[in-house]
């Protein structure tokens, strides 16, 4: 069945520059060690997209209606469907006085921000400094190799992939979705209490789910929190068996050992 418009799907890519063949973006992690693109603690696996709402390139996003599932497929895209063309007018020399003021160390290649817009550093004179604003892919002809790895069919799976996209740090099947009618609870898991933006995702989860799955009304983050399991008491202590001690036999009073000896005497 083609993909349409409005159709959950996870994509693999890498994608390249035609002109140079470098690597400047991929899903794949072996490629983005290879390509020194891997960076620690980012995640590199299968990306979610809702086709049609722009969450890659438009191009791109276009052509997802006409691929297969797990069929490998290339995409080019030229630069006025991609990031432009290079405008000279953004190219500006400035004095090096300037980058130094704002604590920024001018090296070539370096991507900056500069009176608030951003900037790569193309060279470095005698005192001054030039600054190109355009797109680094600008004026680039992109070249895409594609596999829609999957189409999302259930409300369980499109759900816990938009919390998977807004919470990418926490393993999608630990958290616990139950749907009763028209309503969502997600029990949240541990892991979750203390990310970074755990409130802002929260929000931004809630509102996925109401564009796209407007047949429930109400979204409730549940966060449950245990309590440490105390320690068992300590057993009593079993007192030692008692010993019994054996009767010694009464000893006889020497007095009276005395008295029976002379009386054996006497009648002898």
């Given at each position: ?67 297969e599932?797990?069929?490998?497929c ?8 991609g ?13 090096i ?23 790569t ?25 594609v ?32 749907i ?52 068992a ?36």
């Amino acid at each position: 069945m083609a993909l349409q418009k409005g159709d959950f799907i996870l994509i693999d890519y890498t994608a390249k520059v035609k002109e140079t063949n470098e690597v400047f973006d991929t899903t794949k992690e072996d490629v983005a060690k290879k390509e020194h693109l891997h960076k620690e603690g980012q995640i590199h696996e299968p990306e979610l997209v809702v086709i049609g709402e722009s969450w890659v390139l438009k191009a791109l996003d276009d052509a997802l209606t006409t691929m297969e599932i797990c069929k490998p497929c290339t995409v080019e895209i030229s630069p006025e469907k991609g990031f432009g063309q290079r405008d000279p007018e953004k190219i500006k020399r400035v004095p090096i006085k300037q980058l130094y003021a704002k604590e920024i160390n001018p090296v070539m290649g370096a991507r900056i921000e500069f009176q608030g817009k951003n900037a790569t550093i193309r060279s470095v004179g005698a005192g001054r400094v030039l600054l190109d604003f355009n797109p680094p892919l600008a004026g680039r002809t992109l070249i895409y190799d594609v596999t829609v790895t999957k189409k999302l069919e259930t409300a369980e799976q499109k759900i816990g992939a938009l919390i998977h996209r807004r919470v990418p740090v926490v393993e999608e099947n630990k958290f616990k979705l139950t749907i009763n009618g028209l309503d969502l609870t997600i029990d949240l898991p541990e892991e979750t209490f203390y990310v970074e933006g755990i409130q802002i995702a929260k929000r931004g989860v809630a509102m996925d789910i109401q564009k796209f799955l407007p047949e429930l009304a109400e979204t409730k983050f549940v966060e449950t929190f245990k309590a440490e399991p105390k320690p068992a008491p300590a057993a009593p202590a079993t007192p030692a068996p008692a010993v019994e001690e054996k009767a010694k036999p009464e000893a006889k009073p020497k007095a009276e050992a005395k008295t029976a000896k002379a009386a054996k005497a006497a009648k002898a």
